[in-house]
């Protein structure tokens, strides 16, 4: 962009497909409906925007994108480093008074490694803070999606999981992810459906706000430090599709 010269700049596109209800006349006429006619609206700007109801064939050919293609569907940024390398990491355990040695022996004490807990930081899957009381604290972010179908207020839960060796696990927990510090959580519960639960994001309707839980447990893995769990639970209701009707066969004589 010529007003930020010698920075490049990237726009993150979210598409989002929505169908309207055409019910109430005098806000269905506001937007050009039923008659698809063009409309425009006046922004507290003082700015005058102008639409127009294409079909998806005419709205392509004027080249107007529906779909990211190619390289567009994921994104190539490197994400903004977070977390702490290794020797980071022990100055800031030593610091607050952890014996790093459990750590350093990871294999006789059963915990993480400084090597693992490092990485872990470092993509994001947690983070170390300090809380009121100055204590250093690991804190992971969790976002649980509670989807409930419309019709039978049923919610999905995910009840095991299997291995690839065969083994499996009974899990009955809501299908969840780990968030990242520099994720928003909305994006986390799009990636939930995308990649657990192989669902089209427009499959669902998320719904805001989302509401926050925090447990405190500790864990053997990291001595010395206690867990925050943070726990965003967002409800989601799917979107059905309608149920086709089949007029009635006609009376044969």
């Known amino acids: 962009s010529p007003s930020y010269p010698g920075v490049r700049t990237v726009y993150r596109k979210e598409i989002v497909e929505a169908m309207v209800k055409v019910g109430d006349a005098v806000i269905s006429q506001k937007v050009g409906l039923p008659g698809f006619t063009t409309w425009s609206c006046k922004g507290k700007d003082g700015n005058t925007k102008t639409f127009q109801w294409f079909t998806e064939d005419d709205a392509k050919a004027r080249n107007i994108k529906f779909n990211a293609a190619g390289s567009e569907v994921v994104s190539a940024l490197v994400r903004a480093p977070i977390g702490l390398s290794e020797e980071q990491l022990r100055e800031q355990l030593e610091g607050a008074g952890v014996n790093v040695e459990m750590y350093d022996k990871s294999a006789l004490y059963g915990t993480k490694s400084l090597k ?10 947690a983070a170390l803070v300090r809380d009121a009381k100055g204590d250093l604290q690991r804190v992971v972010d969790v976002v649980m999606l509670i989807i409930v179908h419309p ?7 995910q009840t095991e999981y299997e291995k690839k060796d065969g083994s ?12 990242r510090p520099d994720e928003n959580q909305f994006l986390s519960a799009r990636r939930i459906l995308r990649r657990q639960l192989d669902m089209d994001e427009n499959d669902a309707n998320i719904l805001h706000p989302a509401r926050l839980i925090e447990e405190e447990r500790p864990t053997d893995a990291y001595p010395g430090l206690k867990t925050v769990y943070r726990k965003r639970l967002i409800r989601a209701a799917l979107v059905l599709e309608p149920t086709p009707t089949i007029a009635p066969e006609a009376p044969t004589n």
């Open 151 to 157: 019709a039978t207020g049923d919610i999905l839960v």
């Open 116 to 125: 693992d807990f490092s990485a872990e930081l470092i993509r994001g899957e």
């Open 168 to 179: 499996k696990a009974l899990l009955n927990r809501l299908p969840g992810a780990k968030c």
